[in-house]
């Protein structure tokens, strides 16, 4: 009899114990603040939503790095026409999907966009695809036919463009190599050193020729935001800043530094990746090879949208609204670093 009452007691006890254990856990969960959603006012908001779909059309062959793609809302921000994004992905991040997210809130906004991949294909193309200024004018050449395309219904004279990574780059480099001419650039966490986009366990077959930027970058006679992020270990904030340095007759320039935080789960991590949106497309662990794995979250909709929906307007001064954390701490504010 008392051997059973000892069982019964512990086995209370036991029960009890893992009860305040996962309420613990619960209230522990319930006090970690989360992180801010998309605003429904101001740059980078739903508050322009005018379309509630997108039509995705494509050409070209994706192995020689001819391919692009173009998304046109099924309501278009003029009526019958509507201005147009020149998206540039980072090195063989070559599908649209890898930045869904960002595509998404354009053309909700009634904006075409057009995305040419540049780089070749396949295991064969990463090794031999080794010269950024053939890239350049194959992103080029591929804008030129979805334009031709599109027709009437881009809007020429209201072209934008944006680039990540090594598409910010070749961004600074667009109107020196005779790109299309754009209202304005949005370059995210630009790359200029030529093996820095490389993930290092390629670095040591592959010899990269570089895009001359600084021939090319004074051609850049529009306004200019650059951004990057205090923990960007692959595009360093001081490679933003030489850039801004070597667009030398940009009327308005200007380079804005977001800042991590890790006040609460899931933190907001300003590295090279934090302008993706992955969401499974590519394989986390090949993210990380990039420096990191992309998740669409407060930095996406309040910096970066807000940074390319600013420009597009017609300011490089962008009234960034970081919001606040769910327990009302202020969210880190991005810092300008040169204008």
């Not at 856990?25 to 997108?54: D, R």
């Not at 904006?111 to 991949?117: G, H």
């Amino acid at each position: 009899m008392r051997t059973w009452l000892r069982h019964r007691r512990w086995l209370t006890a036991s029960i009890l114990g893992v009860l305040a254990t996962m309420v613990g856990m619960q209230s522990a969960n319930a006090a970690t603040p989360t992180p801010p959603g998309q605003p429904s006012s101001g740059y980078g908001s739903t508050a322009n939503y005018i379309a509630t779909s997108a039509t995705r059309y494509e050409t070209g062959n994706g192995s020689d790095g001819t391919r692009v793609w173009w998304f046109v809302p099924n309501r278009l921000r003029n009526g019958s026409s509507a201005p147009v994004v020149v998206f540039l992905h980072g090195f063989m991040l070559l599908a649209p999907d890898i930045y869904q997210g960002h595509i998404d809130h354009l053309t909700k906004q009634g904006f075409i966009v057009i995305y040419p991949q540049f780089n070749k294909g396949g295991i064969t193309g990463l090794i031999s695809d080794t010269d950024q200024r053939a890239m350049l004018q194959r992103a080029i050449d591929a804008t030129n036919v979805a334009l031709g395309r599109l027709d009437a219904r881009a809007d020429r004279g209201q072209l934008h463009l944006y680039g990540h990574s090594l598409g910010g780059l070749m961004g600074a480099a667009w109107l020196g190599a005779g790109g299309p001419a754009v209202r304005s650039i949005t370059l995210a966490n630009p790359s200029i050193d030529p093996a820095g986009a490389i993930p290092s366990f390629v670095r040591s077959f592959v010899k990269i020729t570089p895009i001359d930027y600084a021939a090319l970058a004074p051609a850049t006679r529009v306004r200019t935001v650059i951004l990057t992020g205090d923990s960007d270990t692959i595009a360093q904030p001081t490679e933003s800043v030489a850039l801004w340095r070597a667009l030398t007759n940009a009327p308005d320039k200007v380079v804005y530094q977001a800042s991590s935080d890790s006040h609460g789960s899931p933190a907001l991590a300003a590295d090279h990746m934090a302008p993706i949106q992955n969401q499974g497309w590519v394989p986390d662990f090949m993210m990380k090879l990039f420096g990191g794995v992309g998740r669409q979250d407060t930095l996406d909709w309040r910096y970066y949208y807000a940074a390319l929906d600013s420009n597009i307007a017609g300011t490089t001064r962008v009234p960034f609204d970081l919001g606040r954390w769910s327990d009302g701490v202020p969210v880190a504010a991005p810092v300008e670093l040169a204008r």
